[in-house]
């Protein structure tokens, strides 16, 4: 794949399948390179459908990292990890996750809840500073894939922030121009 298609934004209608697309993406990338890591960050309410949706629709056997006793992965060793991006960005699992890597691919489900409302940047959420270290700290051939049914939610800084992250370095909107699907 080029460059170009290394970050991109998958922005479609709520249900038609967004977990899916990525699930086949994952599914080739781990064909290809079955080394690979790769690190799927949803809102918690969403891990163990995507965990389910990920073994029963193609093959997928992923561990869940949640809070509680209910989550099975280990960070540092597991090859594909579903997260709760709340359990994430809560304490000192920033820098858990963080240190974890590195991550070849990093998918981020519902992106729209990484909210930076500065015009320019400056004003990040604590999710939005996850996903901004997490892009930063891919390699030249890594990937990352944002996710939503709802990216713009009627705010323009709130959505050129969220492009930005497609950019490399967050070089702003015009480094990620084709980016968006």
Known sequence: PTARRRRVLTAEEVGLGKTIEAGMIVRRIVEQTPQARVLYL??????RNVASEFRDKLGLDARCWIAGGQGD?????????????????????RERVLNSGPWDVIIIDECHHLSDWGQGGGKPNQNY?????LADSLSSK?????????????????FENLVRLLSEG????DGAAGRAI
């Open 142 to 158: 890594g990937r990352l894939v944002l996710l939503s049914g709802t990216p713009h939610q009627g705010s323009l800084n709130r």
């Open 42 to 47: 949803a809102p918690a309410r969403l891990v």
């Open 129 to 133: 500073k996850l996903a901004q270290a």
């Open 73 to 93: 992965a280990r960070l540092d060793t597991d090859r594909l990890v579903i997260a709760s991006i709340h359990k994430a960005v809560f304490g000192e699992n």
């Open 170 to 173: 967050g070089k702003g909107g």
